[in-house]
Each structure stands twice: as structure tokens, then as C-alpha cells.
């Protein structure tokens, strides 16, 4: 007599009036069962793109201990989306013995015909999903061609009102007065050739105003500066777009120097860089532009030659540099003689500083600091067994949460109309951010974790301080230190080990 236990696994991504709940798949499940005995396994708040589950993986585990005779779910879909991953799971099946039951669509691996039926629904459903996520790439770039507004931070100056465009409800641009002046303001300034970023932002600062309820920084006034959004295109407009290699959707004759544009990134482009034009799709919009072609083109040329970003460079006067923060704004200091400054206050004197800090005085007391951290590190290593670190933990949940959320709102587009797909651009773009955010912030903690080869080699070079260059010292830094927050010319280290 087999006396491994039958596993009804349920799953629901989020909560929704039109999804079913878990107590409601279990349900169907026991009438399967006709009343017999079994172990319940629920993962609430969590995809089917992947297994990486709680309850799924103890269900894994206590498969793979020889408990289980058979696994029962309302539908195949609540154990995976994903082909490979079912796939895996049949052979983990089959190698342990253990039958798969679907209550609704009636498959019983038990049979052949039950597991080759099984493959042909994993096979459309994936390819459900998959046509699905094609299609909102289509809708977005079709909508964008049209001259809709595809969402995103309304840009400074602007509203939006609501429009009718080709029988769809979307949003138009409409300018703020009092806000125009101060673009225009920044155009006329810019336009001058002695005139820097710098001078416009500390200018800016003088007058007391503020762009997006903050203080204006160098970085804002150049996305401002290349924004097409503002221009009133003419001819002049379409042939510098159609110079830098973008596709422009709409025809020269109707350039007529009233519209605004809307610059979207093209199909396929993976990155969108200030200075990068080819490959990117500019479109008339709907609303009026404020800024004149010629003064619009003038500021969008001298930007083009005065880059933002430039490349990484060796540092030359101090190991600290990139650590060091202001403790007030939270920007970097900038090493300048002999001295830290803070950025922002050197940009526009919009923060107090981070009082005066000798760079020799700085770097005395972080090395001090650094070879007392290490040989802290080694005590606790060498008696204490490593634990998980709660914030990436903390973090995988909320990314596998978001994963959720993006995969409801594609689930959501089957046959919706055009509004909803519009508004699920929007929101699963949000999304999108914050996953890249979560993932840079699992990446970072990732690098922190400090190899015995490593140790080895930052032990030698703190050893040999006073013989060492200033890119080992980096290396060092980089090591150790997340950042160092100075205000007051106090030191507050944030540590990575």
C-alpha cells in the first residue's frame, strides 16, 4: 500500500473580482479528490512566470523526500507559465513516481494521453502570453506613431486636459503660463554662448525658482533644453531631426511652426541617451510648442556639443573620490585643491555645503577607520556563521510581487478596449522602473560580499599603505565602503561588510 500523502497546490498572483481564490481552487480540488485526504500547499502574492516559491519549493522538497504519490491543482497554469519550468517539473515527476491531476481541464498524467495533452495546453499557453506581450508592444507603438501621448512625467510648463484622437480618450498637453516664462527664460539664456548650465541653475536659484517642487539642477535644465516637446517645428525642426538619423513619422508639409513633438524611443532600442537622436521616432503632438525653431535649435546644437556625461575617468587627486557625500543633499563632493566641495552648492548654491573638509585630513581618518573595520570583520567571521540579510530578502519579495502586478495587467489585456491597454502602458512601464530599480539594488548587494582572495589582497595593501598607488587605494575603498556622509565636516561611514 503506497502511503505518500496526495499535495493540492494552489496559487493566486493578486487579489481581483474576476480571478479565482485560492480557498475556490482548493474547493475544486477536493471535489476531484471526492473527500480523500490531503496536504494543502498555497503561495499567495506570487507569479507563475517562475517556481521561485515558498510553498512550491517545500512541495519540491518534500517530492524529492519520496512523500508525495500525487500533485492536484484547479488548473496546470497555477503550477507554471513557462514551458521549460513544467517541463522540469513532468521529469521530477516521472523520476519520483508521482501523478498529476488538473481538476478542471481533467489531465491525468497517469495516462499517455492525459500527459500529451498536457504538453499541447502548456505549449498554447505559453504562447497565449507570449501574443499578449506582443500585443501592448504593438499598441504602444502604434499609438505613439499617432501623435498620442504615451504617459510618463508631465513635462515642466505643462498639463494635460482631456482630448478625443481618432475615437480614443487620451490627454493633451496645455501650457502653464507662469511656468513658460521660466522656460523661455532658460532658452534665452542658454542660447548665449558665455552662458553655462551652472550660470542658468545658480541664476535660477537667485530668483527663487523651483522646477518640479525642487531646487533646479544641471541635469534637469539639459532634458528641458532637448526636449522636443517645447519647440514650435517648422522645416528647420525636421531636417536637424532628420539629420541626426531619427525616423520622423509625420510628412515635411506638416511642420508648420505650430506643434510641439513628442520624441519616443524606437522600436528595438535598448537604451535612450540624452545625446542619442539615431534610431529614435519623432512625432508632431497635438498641443502648441512655446519655443520658437530657431532658438530652440540653437540650444538643442550647443547642447549636443556640450556632453553631460563623460566618460569614467582615473581620479587623480584623492582615492575618496565618488564615497564622499554631502550629508545635507545627499550629492557628491567634489574634490577641488585641497579641499572636499559639495556639488549642488558649487552648481547653484542651493544647499549649505558640507562644511570644510582637507582632503588629507579625510583620507588620514578613513584609512584609520578601514584597517579597524577589517580586523573587526576578521574576529566575526572567523567564530560567526553568515545570515541572511533581511533587505534582500525583503527586496526578492517585493520584486517577485511587481512581477506579479505586470504579469495581471498583460493577463488583463485579452480583448480590452483601447483606453485600458493606454492606461496598462502606463502602469506597466512604472513597474517595469521600479523592477530595474529592485534588481540594481539585489546587483549591489550582490558585489558586497567579500571573497577570502580578496581579504587576502585588501590586508596587504592596508599593510603597505604608504606604498601603495592611488587605484589600489581605490580598489580598497571599493571594497569596504558604501559611501561616507559629510555634513559639518562630520563623517558618518556606511559600511559594505
Not at 496536504?39 to 519549493?57: A, I, M
Amino acid at each position: 500500500m503506497d502511503n505518500r500523502i496526495t499535495a493540492v497546490y494552489g496559487r493566486q498572483s493578486v487579489d481581483k473580482k474576476d480571478s479565482i481564490s485560492i480557498e475556490s481552487q482548493l474547493e475544486f480540488c477536493r471535489h476531484e479528490l471526492r473527500g480523500g485526504s490531503f496536504r494543502e500547499y498555497t503561495d499567495k502574492g506570487f507569479s507563475g512566470k517562475n517556481t521561485d516559491r515558498p510553498k512550491f519549493q517545500e512541495l519540491i522538497r518534500d517530492i524529492r523526500a519520496g512523500l508525495v504519490q500525487r500533485v492536484v491543482v484547479y488548473k496546470l497554469d497555477r503550477i507554471s507559465r513557462s514551458i521549460l519550468d513544467f517541463a522540469n517539473m513532468m521529469e521530477l515527476f516521472q523520476e519520483y513516481d508521482v501523478e498529476f491531476i488538473s481538476s478542471t481541464e481533467k489531465f491525468d498524467t497517469s495516462t499517455p494521453m492525459g500527459r500529451a495533452m498536457l504538453n499541447i495546453c502548456i505549449v498554447f499557453a505559453q504562447l497565449e502570453r507570449e501574443t499578449i506581450q506582443k500585443r501592448v508592444t504593438d499598441a504602444y507603438h502604434s499609438r505613439s506613431r499617432k501623435g498620442f501621448r504615451m504617459g510618463g512625467r508631465i513635462p515642466y510648463g505643462f498639463d494635460t486636459e482631456p482630448i478625443v484622437m481618432d475615437g480614443v480618450k487620451t490627454k493633451q498637453l496645455v501650457s502653464k503660463p507662469a511656468d513658460i516664462k521660466h522656460i523661455k527664460l532658460l532658452y534665452e539664456m542658454y542660447a548665449q554662448p558665455e552662458v553655462s548650465l551652472g550660470d542658468i541653475a545658480r541664476r535660477f536659484t537667485e530668483l527663487g525658482i523651483q522646477m518640479y517642487s525642487g531646487a533646479v539642477s544641471r541635469l534637469t535644465l539639459t532634458k528641458m533644453l532637448r526636449n522636443p516637446v517645447y519647440v514650435q517645428a517648422d522645416m528647420d525642426v525636421y531636417e536637424f531631426f532628420k539629420s541626426q538619423g531619427t525616423t520622423i513619422v509625420n510628412d515635411v508639409a506638416d511642420f508648420t511652426g505650430v506643434h510641439g513633438c513628442y520624441l519616443y524611443q524606437g522600436r528595438g532600442m535598448e537604451t535612450r541617451a540624452l545625446d542619442t537622436l539615431a534610431g529614435m521616432t519623432l512625432v508632431l503632438a497635438p498641443h502648441e510648442g512655446v519655443i520658437p525653431s530657431d532658438l530652440w535649435l540653437t540650444c538643442r546644437r550647443k547642447s549636443l556639443a556640450n556632453k553631460v556625461y563623460q566618460p569614467a575617468r582615473k581620479a587623480s587627486k584623492t582615492w575618496l573620490v565618488g564615497k564622499v557625500k554631502c550629508g545635507n543633499c545627499g550629492y557628491a563632493l567634489v574634490a577641488t585643491n585641497a579641499y572636499f566641495g559639495c556639488k549642488k552648492r558649487m552648481d547653484s548654491k542651493s544647499c549649505e555645503g558640507a562644511g570644510t573638509l582637507k582632503i588629507s585630513d579625510a583620507e588620514a581618518l578613513i584609512y584609520q577607520e578601514m584597517a579597524q573595520k577589517l580586523r573587526q570583520f576578521h574576529i566575526l567571521h572567523s567564530s560567526e556563521k553568515a545570515v541572511a540579510n533581511p533587505k534582500v530578502t525583503a527586496l526578492k519579495v517585493e520584486f517577485a510581487q511587481v512581477e506579479a502586478e505586470i504579469e495581471q495587467l498583460l493577463a488583463s489585456l485579452m480583448g480590452a478596449s483601447d483606453v485600458l491597454i493606454s492606461y496598462a502602458n502606463v502602469k506597466i512601464q512604472e513597474l517595469d522602473t521600479r523592477k530595474q530599480e529592485i534588481s540594481n539594488q539585489l546587483a549591489d548587494y550582490a558585489t558586497q560580499e567579500v571573497s577570502p582572495e580578496q581579504l587576502v589582497r585588501i590586508s596587504e595593501l592596508l599593510d603597505n599603505w604608504g606604498d601603495a598607488g592611488i587605484e589600489d587605494k581605490r580598489v580598497v575603498a571599493d571594497s569596504l565602503l558604501n559611501k561616507i556622509m559629510v555634513a559639518d565636516s562630520h563623517m558618518d561611514i556606511q559600511w559594505k561588510i
